[in-house]
């Protein structure tokens, strides 16, 4: 069951969703409910899930499925790396056979 604050925070979410579609927008009653509920409920959804014990859950995850975690952003050391061939009209080397004009014929790059 989820906390009492967030019961009365997804309360006041519906309550004003409700009144402001129903008195200021002028819907029908059972839509003005309805975004009431739906928007009640996804507060409360965001409230329960931002809780402090989400970051235990999360190391109990993580110790419970070591092969589910993800990829280092960083390669390992034993693991070479491999890098892009620069081309002769790269900025790297404006000297080459297309000077340093090449790169600016167009305004977005074209993903060489």
Do not use: K
Request: charged letters at 10%.
């Amino acid at each position: 069951m989820p906390p009492v604050r967030a019961l009365v925070i997804a309360v006041g979410v519906g309550g004003g969703v409700a009144a402001y579609t129903l008195l200021w927008w002028h819907w029908p009653l059972p839509l003005g409910i309805g975004a009431a509920i739906l928007l009640g409920g996804l507060s409360l959804t965001g409230f329960v899930s931002v809780r402090r014990e989400g970051a235990a859950a999360d190391a109990a995850w993580r110790s419970a499925a070591p092969d589910l975690q993800e990829v280092p952003a960083v390669p390992l050391p034993d693991v070479p790396v491999r890098r892009p061939i620069a081309s002769p009209a790269s900025p790297a080397s404006p000297a080459g056979p297309a000077g340093p004009a090449a790169s600016q014929d167009h305004d977005l790059p074209s993903g060489d």
